[in-house]
């Protein structure tokens, strides 16, 4: 929520400079004022809705039949939302979500999804991993899927996603994550998710 004003100097390769000051009153912007539409730290279960083996808790540092194993506790304090808090996804499993409760997103501007990610899964061709959106818990979108390579994190990874074509001037927002479907291949851990956040901008009061 500041003014910003600046002129341009500019000179062509003879080294002639002209400068642009917008007529002696300057040019100018104002930075938007930065918002948190949501934040939860899963110290607390935020009473999301779980398929399949997702379960809200402290995760055991299990599993690993491929990639690496669990975490101990989560980023911030011992819990995380997980699929299978006690080791690896199963084979054959068709796909389970977790899905959050509705997020107010109408004052909202350049929303962004940010939460702390300890993932394990096979390339997507055989084993599949989501980040989805909706904005009436029926019809989804997907903002991320598991690529085509082994997906196996080792420690905890930021991961921060663009929800704005969804989320901005909405008031009702929805996020799930999808562990599957899987083959008769592989195990890994699957997902575990800690400190989610919903950030954007909003014009200054």
């Not at 899927?145 to 929800?163: F, G, T």
């Not at 901005?168 to 599957?180: A, E, I, P």
Request: proline fraction near 4%.
């Amino acid at each position: 929520c500041s003014f910003y004003y600046f002129v341009i100097n500019a000179s062509d390769v003879a080294g002639n400079m002209v400068t642009d000051d917008n007529a002696g009153i300057y040019y100018r912007f104002n930075t938007k004022e930065i918002t948190t539409a949501y934040s939860v730290d899963l110290s607390t279960n935020p009473g999301w809705s779980t398929e399949g083996q997702w379960a809200f808790g402290q995760p055991t540092g299990q599993g690993g039949q491929h990639g690496h194993p669990d975490p101990t506790s989560g980023f911030t304090g011992n819990n995380v939302y997980g699929y299978n808090l006690n080791g690896d996804y199963p084979n054959n499993s068709p796909a389970h979500s977790l899905t959050s409760t509705a997020f107010d997103c109408s004052n909202v501007s350049n929303a962004k999804l940010t939460y702390m990610r300890w993932l394990g899964v096979e390339r997507n061709m055989y084993d599949q991993a989501s980040v989805q959106i909706s904005n009436n818990g029926t019809t989804w979108n997907t903002l991320w899927m598991n690529p085509d390579i082994e997906h196996a994190d080792d420690s905890w990874v930021k991961h921060e996603l663009d929800i704005s074509d969804y989320a901005d001037g909405q008031s009702m927002v929805y996020l799930r994550w999808v562990n599957g479907a899987t083959d008769q291949g592989w195990q890994y851990c699957g997902w575990n998710i800690d400190d989610i956040v919903i950030n954007g901008t909003r014009p200054c009061s």
